[in-house]
């Protein structure tokens, strides 16, 4: 699931050329990728954390509460080691960035449907290391934020209104405000503008 067409059909195309893969659908967004999932039944699927919509952290949620057995592998742009164990506890089996060569992206795809966990070097050595080295890893200013905080602030980097993303998080305009509040003082950061500033950022190109 991937919102933009170009980088779907190179993802389409990367597949369909391996002789025992073969893409069966596609969807650009949330709400109708889980019917899709649904009526399609593939053996893996491909989600982007950014999408229109619910954001693909909460797909996975959804798309695992209804199915146990399809395996889900995040590609996304958004930096792995940010979102690669949130993606893990959602439900998913695996994350590999976007700007990884082709053929490692099908790998994969096949470590997943081969019923492993795919995440890079990096990542599994950073969540199996001794207690005592990862306590003295510097924490990312992200890691701060819960995972329906994280949609909120992708929501604001796109430009979403406070109505909208109450609308698409189903909750108040006012709770919007209230939990923006919030994540800007985690952040750091001073005033409501540069909250926007850095959601934006953070949304086009993954920077912090």
């Not at 954390?49 to 695992?64: D, H, M, N, W, Y």
């Not at 998913?92 to 994969?108: L, R, S, T, W």
């Not at 449907?113 to 001794?130: C, F, K, N, Q, R």
């Amino acid at each position: 699931m991937e919102d933009h067409p170009v980088f779907r059909q190179g993802l389409t195309q990367m597949v369909n050329g391996e002789q025992d893969l073969s893409v069966c659908g596609q969807a650009g967004d949330a709400e109708t990728a889980l019917p899709a999932i649904n009526r399609l039944k593939p053996d893996v699927v491909l989600i982007d954390i950014t999408l229109p919509g619910k954001s693909g952290l909460e797909l996975i949620k959804q798309v695992r509460a209804a199915d146990r057995k399809v395996k889900l592998l995040v590609v996304s742009m958004h930096d792995e080691a940010l979102y690669a164990n949130r993606v893990l506890r959602a439900g998913g089996d695996g994350y590999i960035m976007k700007q990884e060569a082709p053929e490692e992206i099908v790998h994969a795809v096949r470590d997943v449907l081969d019923g492993h966990i795919y995440v890079s070097e990096a990542v599994m050595g950073a969540g199996t290391g001794p207690p005592e080295s990862n306590g003295k890893r510097k924490a990312r200013k992200l890691d701060q934020l819960s995972d329906t905080e994280l949609e909120l602030l992708e929501a604001v980097g796109r430009g979403k209104s406070r109505e909208e993303i109450a609308r698409e998080l189903g909750i108040g305009a006012r709770t919007v405000s209230g939990r923006c509040t919030q994540i800007r003082k985690r952040l750091r950061l001073k005033t409501a503008d540069e909250l926007i500033r850095y959601a934006i950022r953070w949304v086009e190109t993954g920077a912090t």
